[in-house]
């Protein structure tokens, strides 16, 4: 357990962070899903560019991996127009 103050305070912040993080990561995740769930093509057009965003939020903040945000954007653009 942290005896020094400024542990104690590292340990709640950190801890915050994580549910910040966390809420944002699942959140993106749902996103993806119902993206990858639709079956027409204008309305995967419509949600294509907030998933897309919302992606590349969590790379930029170093929630995921720039690469897997790519990786995730190309596989979703393949996606949207082969409907």
Known sequence: MANH?????????SEK??????YYAVSTRNAVRKLR???????????FPNVSSMIDKLARRN???KNKAANLKSKLFKFVASL
């Open 63 to 65: 929630i995921i991996h």
């Open 17 to 22: 962070r994580r549910l910040h993080n966390r």
């Open 5 to 13: 103050q400024s542990a104690k305070k590292r340990i709640r912040q």
């Open 37 to 47: 769930d639709t079956s027409d093509k204008k309305e995967a057009e419509e949600l």
